[in-house]
């Protein structure tokens, strides 16, 4: 079992930055590939990063390509989506989710096991 919490929400403007971090604890993190997805109102929730167990790994939707990073720090069991150049399109609750399967992240929302709770993240213009 592994639980996550997402925290770094919140108000910018457009153009702004904001770092979301994503805390597990239970199982080791580092068995865990990792992934972001969001969810505007109205709309489905959709795949924004992903990272490998190690961090060797990252894949991105291509909505946020160039303007977001995801990492992970696994000493701290800790993972992170930095937001750059940010745009009102990308207001949505920011949600984090750990996937203990093989292979490398998915961009599916079904193949992930675990689910924080989510933090919204709002951009004006």
């Known amino acids: 079992q592994v639980q996550l919490i997402e925290s770094g929400g919140g108000l910018v403007q457009a153009g702004g930055s904001l770092r979301l971090s994503c805390a597990a604890s239970?199982?080791?993190?580092?068995?865990?590939?990792m992934g972001w997805f969001r969810q505007a109102p109205g709309k489905e929730r959709e795949f924004v990063a992903g990272?490998?167990?190690?961090?060797?790994?990252?894949y991105y939707s291509d909505s946020v390509k160039g303007r977001f990073t995801i990492s992970r720090d696994n000493a701290k069991n800790t993972g992170y989506l930095q937001m750059n150049s940010l745009k009102p399109e990308d207001t949505a609750v920011y949600y984090c989710?750990?996937?203990?399967?093989?292979?490398?992240?998915?961009?599916?929302?079904?193949?992930?096991?675990?689910w924080g709770q989510g933090t919204q993240v709002t951009v004006s213009s």
């Open positions: 239970g199982r080791t993190f580092s068995s865990f590939n």
């Open positions: 989710a750990a996937d203990g399967g093989l292979g490398f992240p998915s961009s599916r929302a079904n193949e992930y096991d675990y």
């Open positions: 990272i490998s167990r190690l961090g060797g790994r990252t």
